[in-house]
């Protein structure tokens, strides 16, 4: 059986339509905040970790609750609904509001709408697709996540935001909620979760009998819904890794500027770009990697990867080829990838078929907690040391210690589709 790309893009809308939202929040909330009303970088800082301190509480929860939900429209195309209605109309404001407390308000309004709806919209896919390619599925979400906020960039670089203070701000916003509301209007027209969902449990009857009758006895017996204990060591694990390689990437992706700039005297843009664009370039090809030689394989590969990618890093100074960290940053550009496309997948192979939402939301916890965490903890490592050279050290240790965590999974990945191949000696069970 082959992945239903048509319809695992068209799922892929709600994804697109948040990482279209995200783009334009990230870019333009900060610069309000500093140009409109004159905040500190520590009080705009302060703002700016709501989204990830919130995620951590928001995300379990209503992923939890769409699980539970009933509807003619599907459990989750009813959170898609109203929480991408609520965002749109909070956020198309606020360029308009005046008043600080009002602005952090509709802020927050904001902020929990698109905290209703990302796990239930991500959990769509597991919904809809069987276990086996579900590492496929994922790449083709994160392309359409990565589209979305493609699209908002091209579409900034053209309104210019960011130009002549305020009086650019209120048509990117309108632009920007007619993106999010032409990518929800697709959606709502064509993804048919309900049906969808039935016909994939059809499917795994008819090509993969060995999870179809794993479901049904889960189903049958609530006690068997509930992770033994090797599973639950290996999911607690799996979420461990997920901390720990997102605090070494982010802990990169927030403080590189400045290390660019005060240790390597040089712009950090184009780096960037290109790290991005061999994650663009990996999402498929680990897909179908992880469909032949397994998810922690492929994972264990990938965290090599950035790990290595990392440490290499450490030892760039002013004097350093730029190719040679175009170079070093394609790969870790792939090494994420790599990670990325596979991580979920394994997280919610772990649940039942009524659990994918709640599920969806601890993953998010792992990832927004580390989030929270490194910016903070890294922060405070460089000021001990005085300087930025602890950057790529910190975020080679933690990917490094991601390594073991996830060498020591034992339950979550899927049994490859294709013949066994001469690593099947490392193989782990289900």
Known sequence: MKLNYKRTILVGFAFFLISAFWQAYDKTVPMLMTYKFGMTQTGSGIVMALDNVLAVFLL????????????????????IFFGTICAIISFIFIPLIGSLWLFIAVLLVTLISMATF?????????????????SKGNAVINLMGTAGGLLVLVLGMFIKVGQDHMDNFFPYYIAVCGIMLAGLVVF???????KWANEMLEDTAKYFPEEAEETNAKADNK???????????????????????YMGYNAITSKYSLYADSVLHQSYDLTLMIAQGGAIAAYLPVGFI??????????????????????????????????????????????????????????????????????????YTASMSAQVLTPILSGA??????????????ASICVALAFVTMFFVKHGDSKPVAKKSALENFDIDD
Not at 60 to 79: E, H, M, V, Y
Not at 383 to 391: I, R, T, V, Y
């Open 290 to 363: 992880a469909s032949k030689f397994g998810r922690r394989k492929t994972i264990l590969v990938g965290v090599a990867l950035l790990a290595t990618s990392f440490f290499i890093a450490i030892f760039m100074t002013a004097n350093s080829s730029p190719i040679f960290m175009y170079i070093l940053f394609a790969f870790a550009g792939i090494g994420w990838a790599t990670i990325n496309v596979n991580s979920f997948p394994m997280v919610v192979e772990l649940a039942k078929s009524g659990d994918v939402g709640k599920y969806t939301g601890w993953y």
């Open 188 to 194: 709502l027209l064509t993804v048919k979760e309900n």
């Open 223 to 245: 006690n068997s819904a509930k992770l033994s204990k090797p599973q639950l060591i290996s999911f607690l694990l799996i979420l461990a890794s997920v901390a720990l390689w």
């Open 60 to 79: 379990p929860l209503f992923g939890a609750l769409s699980d539970k939900t009933k509807s003619k429209f599907g459990k989750r195309t009813t959170f």
């Open 118 to 134: 990302r796990s239930p919209a991500v959990a769509l896919m597991p919904d809809v697709t069987c276990k086996p390619l579900r």
């Open 381 to 394: 490592i460089m000021d001990l040391f005085g300087n930025m050279s602890p950057l790529f050290p910190y």
